[in-house]
């Protein structure tokens, strides 16, 4: 079982969104993160505990292994609201999600 | 471009059979696994199961609580690969997205379809 929290993170632009994960069990580094956009399809931003995927901007790092993890984004930007998920595949099938956190632009 | 095309928005009454699907372009379909996730409004994002196309059996895998519900096929001449129920329930309402594994299916999903929305109501 994955947990995220905050459930809703009001940030300003330019300044820093700090999103955590905890797991029930270790699962290695085996920890993903997506952001999805109202009305789009997640994207996968980070993989590997910290490894960014292409495309994803260098402001987004991923830290942490085992059982907890942080997303940090600095410099948030407008576009970057919405939903972030955790996703552990350490364990697949079935491999799980994290509720989510919504990030607000206060 | 690499992506994943599925097909359109369903409404189907429960007890109907329906069949959905996802295309390939853009990378070689047949060597990654391509998997489906659901999301359920209050239940957040699940992952139901995978296939690798390009296998000489195409057997697929399934998240426990879903074998037997759904059945995961894929048609590697068509580079499409489908979700299909031959009961549906009002449980099986929500959105679902055909993803692509970036490895094996121990590996996250590089790459999503922009969803299929499925809506089951009497």
């Known amino acids: 079982v994955l947990t995220q929290s905050p459930d809703t993170l009001s940030v300003s632009p330019g300044e820093t969104a700090t999103l955590s994960c905890r797991a029930s069990?270790?699962?290695?580094?085996?920890l993903a993160w997506y952001h999805q956009k109202p009305g789009q399809a997640p994207r996968l931003l980070i993989y590997?505990?910290?490894t960014r995927a292409p495309g994803t901007p260098v402001r987004f790092s991923g830290s942490g292994s085992g059982t907890d993890f942080t997303l940090t984004v600095t410099s948030l930007q407008s576009d970057e609201i919405g939903l972030y998920y955790c996703?552990?595949?350490?364990?697949?099938?079935?491999?799980?999600f994290g509720p989510g956190t919504r990030v607000e632009v206060k | 471009e690499e992506q994943l095309v599925q097909s359109g928005a369903e409404l189907k009454k429960p007890g109907e059979s329906l069949k959905i699907s996802c295309q390939g372009s853009?990378?070689?379909?047949?060597?990654?696994?391509i998997g489906w996730v659901r999301h359920v409004p209050g239940r957040g994002l699940e992952c139901l199961g995978a296939?690798?196309?390009?296998?000489?059996?195409?057997?697929?895998r399934y998240r426990p609580s879903f074998q037997g519900q759904v059945t995961i096929s894929a048609d590697e001449s068509t580079r499409t690969a489908y979700l299909e129920w031959t009961t549906l329930k009002a449980s099986d309402t929500a959105m679902y997205y055909c993803?692509?594994?970036?490895?094996?299916?121990?590996?996250?999903?590089?790459?999503w379809g922009r969803g299929t929305l499925v809506t089951v109501s009497s």
């Open positions: 853009g990378f070689d379909f047949s060597s990654f696994w």
């Open positions: 996703h552990q595949y350490n364990n697949w099938p079935p491999g799980t």
């Open positions: 296939i690798i196309p390009g296998a000489a059996t195409a057997n697929a």
């Open positions: 590997g505990a910290s």
């Open positions: 069990q270790s699962v290695r580094r085996n």
């Open positions: 993803v692509r594994h970036l490895r094996s299916t121990d590996s996250p999903f590089d790459l």
